[in-house]
């Protein structure tokens, strides 16, 4: 079954409103979540680093007041996408890593297709 | 910085072909290396973990092999399905006190025709 649950799947928005993506790892805890962006036919880029308690991490590039990270609980990451543009839509994938006794695995949601008219 | 190719891009096949998907990595130090399947509009499935002191794992008809030194993985397919048709990317873990970030190569979209 799903281990890191994403919500929504799909969304449409129109220009200038804000979107919030929803990020839980459903059967552990997640001191560490990230969340990647990833244009058609292209690979996934990180965004950034969610850490619960304090703040996100962003990568080079990225517009944290756009894209507005809380880890509020050891379940829940959210992304927030302020303001949005066309040109912000895409297909947003969070993760969530996993011990599985030996190492840890890297898990992933079902991704969320924005679409900002 | 730590950079991954995948090679090819696309590659097509008539079922029951074994192939090869061939990942390269430019810093040899990882902490692991993950593959995973995408299928089109959806997330990631995890298919195997490697550890960087391993040297391959197998599950079902996948075998993944890793050579940490040269900087390289492959992902071994054995008698190929039409259900087998997705894009497979790989995926290194850098250092793990940073963070555990996955950093991604380009994929390789596999077709499997019947």
């Known amino acids: 079954g799903a281990v890191v649950s994403q919500h929504p799947s799909r969304v449409i928005c129109k220009s200038g409103t804000s979107v919030k993506i929803e990020c839980r790892s459903l059967?552990?805890?997640?001191?560490?979540m990230f969340w990647y962006r990833q244009f058609p036919k292209q690979s996934l880029m990180l965004m950034a680093t969610s850490n619960e308690g304090s703040k996100a991490t962003y990568e080079q590039g990225v517009e944290k007041d756009k894209f507005l990270i809380n880890h509020a609980s050891l379940t829940l990451s959210t992304l927030t996408v302020t303001s949005a543009h066309p040109e912000d839509s895409s297909f947003y994938i969070c993760s969530a890593r996993r011990w599985t006794g030996r190492d840890t695995e890297a898990f992933f949601g079902q991704g969320t297709r924005l679409t900002v008219v | 910085k730590q950079e991954v190719t995948q090679i090819p891009a696309a590659l097509s096949v008539p079922e029951g072909e074994n192939l090869v998907l061939n990942c390269s990595f430019t810093d040899s130090a990882i902490y692991n290396l993950q593959w995973f399947r995408q299928d089109p509009g959806k997330g990631l499935t995890s298919l195997l973990l490697?550890?960087?002191?391993?040297r391959e794992q197998t599950s079902g008809r996948l075998n993944a092999s890793l050579d940490k030194s040269s900087g390289r993985s492959t992902l071994y397919i054995a008698a190929s399905q039409p259900g087998d048709s997705a894009t497979y990317l790989c995926a290194v873990s850098i250092v793990y006190n940073q963070g555990g970030k996955l950093i991604f190569g380009q994929g390789t979209e596999l077709s499997v025709k019947p």
């Open positions: 059967d552990f805890q997640a001191t560490t």
């Open positions: 490697i550890q960087s002191s391993q």
